[in-house]
């Protein structure tokens, strides 16, 4: 399964950036094509450290971890996944908080009379992805030492 990731993720990559140059309307669309296609690189040190495996991230997960969501309860339950895998809480998320993207999602968080958390932010699950390598990295040491200085 790495393999078919990696090869997936690169293929996207490529295609990104190739839509990217050439469609050079302007800086703006640019630097947005450019963002949304760096975000499936930001998941290839998860999966080529062998992090992905050791805490066997499934492909919803690893979904999750290399592209921004809409903030919807799935996505929420993924990002939380991922986290508890790696034996860590939200707590970990350094990602902020803002309201989901996801209309009926924001609209069930508000009639419950509940706020937002760092998990309805859009990038909670690549930040969740990102906590995962660095608990990896970390190895028996304590698991939030990587966001340390």
């Known amino acids: 399964m790495p393999r078919l990731f990696l090869s997936s993720m690169i293929e996207m990559f490529m295609t990104a950036a190739m839509r990217s140059s050439v469609a050079g309307i302007n800086s703006r669309q640019e630097n947005s094509r450019w963002c949304s296609a760096c975000r499936v690189l930001q998941a290839l040190p998860l999966v080529a450290s062998g992090a992905s ?31 508890a895998k790696a034996g860590v809480s939200t707590s970990a998320l350094e990602c902020g908080t803002h309201w989901p993207y996801h209309d009926g999602s924001i609209k069930a968080l508000a009639a419950a009379g509940q706020e937002p958390t760092a998990l309805n932010n859009n ?27």
């Open 53 to 83: 495996e050791r805490w066997q991230l499934s492909d919803e997960e690893l979904a999750v971890a290399r592209a921004s969501h809409g903030g919807e309860p799935r996505h929420v339950a993924t990002a939380t996944a991922i986290l």
């Open 123 to 149: 990038c909670s699950g690549k930040h969740a992805g990102f906590v995962c390598l660095g608990c990896c990295m970390a190895e028996d040491r304590d698991r939030r030492a990587f966001l340390r200085v």
